[in-house]
């Protein structure tokens, strides 16, 4: 009769304990990776959906000391508002800045750009029919006026937020408050509101050749 041999090498319980014990532990750890993986994607900041339609007429916007916001996110206006009428502080997410026409800020959600505290620069081309997205982006928007957006954002204080106004800290603007205003009542996107006299078609005439 053949004698069977078993030829599987044998092991003690505590060594095949401590095998299931390391693969169990490493399953845990590679879970736990995967894990963090998908919380960190689904918390990281996302942007806000900005297009062109989004904005409107200047008028139609909340005006502040010269200048207008909005906010994109429905129920968020009184929020911008408390901080713009404050003159200091942080803008919320969603929040629309705009002193002329044709140049935007809009807010996205905190952590999203740490260089512009989360702010985006749009330059717009604006006609009766609305507005179009010329160029976009955070620290390399330059406007018409060959002014680059972020550079003199930047140079605000602090407490206010990137918020250009007179003792902020920002560089001066090349125009004056007249100039701002009439900017802001003849915007081609307000169906022709006001009529601007003579000497001020001059004047947007000159504005328009910078």
């Known amino acids: 009769m053949m004698k069977v041999i078993n030829t599987r090498p044998s092991f003690p319980d505590s060594q095949v304990n401590l095998t299931l014990w390391a693969k169990s532990a490493l399953l845990f750890i590679i879970t736990g990776l995967c894990v963090i993986s998908a919380n960190a994607e689904s918390t990281s900041p996302q942007p806000l959906k900005v297009e062109a339609s989004d904005f409107r007429c200047i008028l139609d916007m909340n005006p502040v000391r010269g200048f207008y916001v909005d906010n994109l996110i429905e129920g968020k206006l009184e929020d911008t508002l408390a901080i713009a009428r404050a003159e200091q502080g942080e803008y919320p997410p969603g929040s629309v800045v705009q002193l002329v026409p044709t140049e935007v800020m809009v807010k996205h959600p905190k952590g999203f750009n ?3 505290k989360d702010w985006e620069f ?6 009766s ?3 179009e997205i010329h160029k976009r982006g955070f620290v390399d928007v330059v406007n018409r006026f060959g002014g680059n957006c972020f550079a003199c954002h930047v140079k605000a204080k602090p407490e206010f937020d990137m918020i250009c106004e007179t003792g902020h800290g920002c560089d001066p603007i090349p125009l004056t408050a007249a ?5 802001q009542k003849t915007d081609a996107r307000c169906g022709g509101r006001y009529t601007p006299t003579p000497e001020e078609v001059e004047l947007l005439k000159k504005l328009s050749a910078r």
């Open 122 to 127: 749009f330059e717009l081309n604006v006609a």
């Open 114 to 116: 740490a260089a512009t």
């Open 179 to 183: 100039m701002l205003q009439l900017l």
């Open 129 to 131: 029919d609305g507005s």
